[in-house]
């Protein structure tokens, strides 16, 4: 058993990426005492350099950002994505004749999203939280937990230990906070692996962002401020990592044909990155006292840039039905009221998961007769202005049951 040693907490949060943070923010403006514990010093997530990291945030996760007073602080950082252009092909040889073209003008709410570095957003978090009086921000780790009906207890490196009535993971594909609490895992590795740089170029993007589909996988370009881009490149992990160990010149010899020169002149900016990409799916979001969101909760491919927007979601609504609890002089870590949460957020990211795995297995080969079949779909899609406006909704995020904080 583990002794009780601290003043109890309403919510503990465990991992203080950008899930963690933005929904202690959402659950401190609505009244709750919050904890977030996190390994690494605030002051190295908070002066972290570009490290390859953009988000695609569409415009609904923007809506959730400035309703938890984060937006105007990163806004003069971020890039409208006023178009979005899918292609097909292979390198060197250009796009296919059909393709998908999302304009932001055939929609009434404005840009789809906004492109935006992390460290931006990172540290904005963490501003936001240091004057908040409601949160309380630790560097520890928590190496075990206990529930039962009346609370969870936590055991930390340090020593020391809390009590909360509820526990929040946000900790990631390999989430500690899940596994203590018996949750299992199903996923796989997709044997790809996305090379991660920001890419300068000589002529303007025009907020257009580009995903080009090639065998290996998908080469997204997302516009960012100024004459600069992001790119997420998947390739196989046998050819990402012989790409990896090449120099800076020679990588951008072999990025070139298949970048191509729509943009004029590219140079490399900064860094290269890798990571490996596979999916991972916690078997239930909820335990006793304890509930999983993003990447804890769901690990997605990047084909279509939703991880941090369907995080945000789940931010969103778990917010949302802990606040609905309270009001209603309900127990918010109580099993139906966590069950809420399940039930609004696990049907959604499981079909969007499933969704992405189908896409990248579709697009990512060369099967004559896959390419055909899906160069006329996009083809017959972009032709009918009422899918089309389906997909840019989509694509902002504006669909399904969305958690107040993202209805504006």
Known sequence: MLRHMAQPQDIVIVGGGLTGPALALALAQ???????????????????????RSYALALASVRLLSGIGIWDSVAENAQPMLEIKVTDG????????????????EIEEGPMGHMLEDRYLRRAFLDAMKVH??????????????????????ALASGKTLDAR????SDGRTSGTAQRAGISRTGWQYGQTALVAAIEHELPHHGIAHQFFMPPGPLA????????????????????????????????????PRFGDFLGDISLRGKRYTYPLGLSLANSFVAERVALIGDAAHGLHPIAGQGLNAGLRDVGALAQVISDATQRGEDFAAPNVLARYQQWRRFDTTTLALTTDLTNRLFSNDNPFLRFARDLGMGAINKVPTLRRGFIREAA????????????
Do not use: C, Y
């Open 221 to 256: 370009i997302l516009p960012l401020p100024d004459n600069v881009s992001s790119i997420v490149w998947s390739e196989t992990a046998e050819t990402a990592a012989r790409f990896a160990a090449l120099s800076d010149a020679e990588f951008m010899e072999v990025l070139r």
């Open 90 to 105: 292979r390198a060197g040889e250009g796009a296919a004749p059909f393709f998908l073209h999302f304009d932001h003008a």
């Open 133 to 154: 009086p409601a949160i309380t921000q630790v560097t520890d780790t928590v190496v075990a937990q206990e529930a039962d009906a009346k609370g969870v207890r936590l």
């Open 166 to 169: 509820l526990l929040l993971g």
């Open 30 to 52: 609505a009244g709750q005492s919050v904890t977030i514990i996190d390994s690494l010093p605030q002051t190295v997530r908070k002066n972290a350099g570009f490290d390859g």
């Open 397 to 408: 995020g504006l669909t399904g049951d969305l958690p107040d904080l993202m209805k504006g």
